[in-house]
């Protein structure tokens, strides 16, 4: 079920396993520019239920109402695939959903590298300063309501299933970042309501945090935050601006994931 | 003469991929109280809310980036002096080359007016239908779930009771010659020793029990996992639950029936609840204040 609910694509060599995770906003789509620098390794992409072209329906908005719901989706791909060590890539809140993953079932992965992580995104007493206000995440919750990306798109008959080769076919990027308001408004309060910092010094695996210089959505200090508070974690912020580091970036991004995966004993 | 895209009642904008503001026209000097010297060469953040910010870095950017072009979305900016400025925009990346992004917005005010009433009233219609869902799954009288979801969530339990592989019991509770009291002390009274009995029943329930009343004087409970003596021991708690319960002086006492369904019987709801019923109607004739429970078609009356 999971591999046509979240729309795996497993491509490449018979090399390492590298999981791709997706954040908020977006879909396996993501990846594309990060894709081509891993052609020694074998790549597994999933959408989280209700993101890109999986499938929505029906859409438990209790299950997916926390960031467990979305950890489930990621150990019910590394189950059908039968993944054991696998080095998960994860992006923005999907590396809160990995650690989560992680915990549970830790013999799925064998390293975590984390892209514009953040424990949470809210600033919160005493002292953590997750970025937002609890009154900036309502006016994104509506937001989301308001507007339906790609949904001409999502409507339609799409090609499904597993993709040939790394190059992505072109109309593929008709249902990129398609939301539907329901599913976006159920990820976006699972994303930026919830407070993940308690789990931070359980992580069982290396990590590595891959920061951006600039990012509105995870401040430098939050990087340095979640380090000193991992066991076995080194930061590296990229001198870049904004959230997508493997979008913008993934030349560098592709040569950090490298050194860091070779490092690994 | 004022240039063409001063005159123009909405907001262009140019930045380059890396964020930065390379031209705003006149809109955003009218509208937002922001000048050049503030907007050219800053990060295009300076012109979002905070909400808004999140928007353009997990939708608006990847989109641009993946395939050059946003249509009509509608966001907030964020005005000189900090107020919010709803806006739709298209935003179009030019060439790979140059690789800068024009901005085309215009005020949307009112449009986001209209989603705010709209979200309001889905938000509405929602929780009403809510409200309806719990009063049509509800006795009025007892506030216990009524006949049909009684029936809903023990089809639930018999789907569940295979998948696990563990077996249901079903029990049906009849109060004792309630017509009879009914018709000496009223309905009123009637309805108090319905209210009283049902509440007796959901304090002795547990995880995984349901209680019902499926009409009349007869309640019904499903017991997810139960065998005959998991069923028996209910029925025990239900006789105990009662013994303290008198109304108008006199003692309510209630006659039980139990059908089992073992692992992987028959699914079907309605023969099992006639099984029950039969064990039910063989209670009563045993002289009534006693469990009659039926095991494949043998009544067995319970110590």
């Known amino acids: 079920m999971p591999l046509s609910r979240n729309t795996v694509t497993v491509l ?84 809160m959903i990995g650690l989560i993953a992680g915990l549970q079932q830790p013999d799925r992965f064998a390293s975590m590298t984390m892209v514009c992580p953040s424990p949470s995104f809210l600033n919160l007493p005493p002292d ?25 798109h999502y409507l339609s008959p799409m090609v499904t299933g597993v993709l040939n080769g790394p190059a992505f076919s072109a109309e593929l990027s008709g249902s990129f970042c398609a939301t539907d308001p329901l599913v976006a408004k159920t990820f976006a309060r699972a ?33 340095t ?36 995966l070779a490092s690994l004993p | 003469m004022t240039p063409l895209l001063d005159m123009l009642p909405g907001g262009v904008l140019v930045t380059t991929l890396g964020r930065q503001i390379r031209y705003a026209n006149a809109f955003f000097r009218t509208d937002l109280g922001l000048d050049d010297q503030t907007l050219i060469g800053a990060q295009v953040e300076v012109l979002l809310t905070p909400a808004a910010r999140i928007f353009y870095d997990t939708y608006l ?34 060439d790979e080359a140059e690789a800068t992004v024009v901005w085309c917005l215009m005020r949307a005010d009112n449009r986001s007016r209209m989603y705010e009433e709209l979200v309001k009233a889905q938000e509405d219609v929602s929780s009403y ?25 023990t089809r639930r339990d018999l789907r569940n009771a295979d998948r696990v592989g563990v077996p249901l019991g079903l029990v049906m509770i009849d109060i004792d010659h309630f017509k009879s009291f009914n018709d000496s002390h009223g309905h009123a009274a009637g309805d108090e020793v319905l209210r009283r009995c049902g509440a007796a029943l959901m304090s002795i329930t547990r995880s995984g029990e349901t209680v019902a009343r499926l009409g009349g004087e007869e309640f019904g409970c499903c017991l997810f996992g139960a065998n005959a003596t998991g069923a028996e021991a209910f029925a025990r708690r239900v006789h105990d639950s009662l013994r303290s319960l008198s109304v108008e002086q006199r ?25 029950a019923d039969i064990a039910l109607y063989g209670a009563k004739s045993a002289g009534r204040n006693c469990t009659v429970c039926n095991t494949a078609g043998t009544l067995v009356l319970c110590g």
């Open chain 1, 12 to 95: 490449g060599a018979d090399g390492p396993t590298l999981l791709m995770a997706h954040g908020f906003g977006c879909d396996q789509n993501m990846w594309r520019f990060l894709v081509p620098h891993f052609p020694d390794h074998r790549i597994v992409l999933f959408d989280y239920a209700g993101c890109g072209k999986s499938q929505v329906i029906p859409f438990d908005t209790g299950k997916y109402g926390t960031l467990n719901g979305y950890a489930q989706d990621m150990l019910d791909v590394c189950a059908a695939l039968n993944l054991r060590g696998a080095h998960l890539i994860s992006h923005s809140v999907s590396t």
């Open chain 1, 128 to 152: 953590y300063r997750g970025g937002f206000e609890r009154a900036d995440m309502e006016e994104l919750l509506v937001m989301m309501d308001q507007n339906y990306i790609g949904w001409a």
């Open chain 1, 191 to 223: 994303t930026f309501l919830s407070d993940l910092r308690h789990l931070l010094p359980r992580a069982r695996h290396p990590t590595l945090i891959l920061q951006s210089a600039q990012d509105a959505l995870a401040a430098q200090t939050v990087g």
């Open chain 1, 225 to 260: 935050y979640m380090q000193n508070r991992m066991p076995d974690t080194r930061l590296h912020v990229v001198k870049a601006e904004g959230h997508c580091l493997h979008m913008t970036h993934p030349a560098d991004v592709a040569r950090l994931i490298r050194a860091f």
């Open chain 2, 61 to 94: 950017h990847p989109l641009i980036l993946n395939g050059g072009r946003c249509d009509e979305v509608q966001f907030n900016l964020m005005s000189g002096t900090g107020e919010q400025v709803p806006v739709v925009a298209c935003l179009r990346r030019t």
């Open chain 2, 129 to 153: 239908a809510r409200k309806m869902q719990d009063l049509a799954a509800t006795d009025p009288l007892t506030g216990m779930p009524n006949r049909r979801e009684f029936e809903r969530l």
């Open chain 2, 251 to 275: 003692q309510i006492t209630v006659s039980i029936g139990i059908a089992i369904r073992p692992v992987g019987g028959a699914r079907d709801l309605a023969s099992l609840l006639k099984q």
